[in-house]
């Protein structure tokens, strides 16, 4: 079931879209906020995962480094 369309007057319509509008541009900010935080998450991770994974392979270099067996003189 319908309203009547004459029961609601031009400047009503006008509040409501400003109303629109106005979530709109918050609708927009929280999107684009939502949007950055997952982003920022994903590079967060990103450098955590890669950062232990240098880590890791500079600790096991460092340890075959240091490791010996050459046949050079100790100065």
């Known amino acids: 079931m319908t309203l009547p369309t004459g029961a609601i007057s031009s400047s009503d319509r006008r509040r409501g879209k ?5 979530r709109g541009r918050q ?3 929280r999107t684009f906020r939502k ?4 982003s920022a998450l994903v590079m ?3 450098v ?3 950062g232990g994974f ?12 240091f490791k010996g067996g ?4 100790a100065l």
């Open 54 to 65: 240098l880590l890791f392979k500079g600790i096991l270099k460092i340890n075959e480094v």
């Open 35 to 38: 949007w950055a935080l997952r």
């Open 48 to 50: 955590l995962v890669i």
């Open 27 to 29: 609708g927009r900010w």
């Open 70 to 73: 050459g046949d050079a003189v």
């Open 18 to 22: 400003n109303k629109e509008r106005q």
């Open 44 to 46: 967060g991770a990103l």
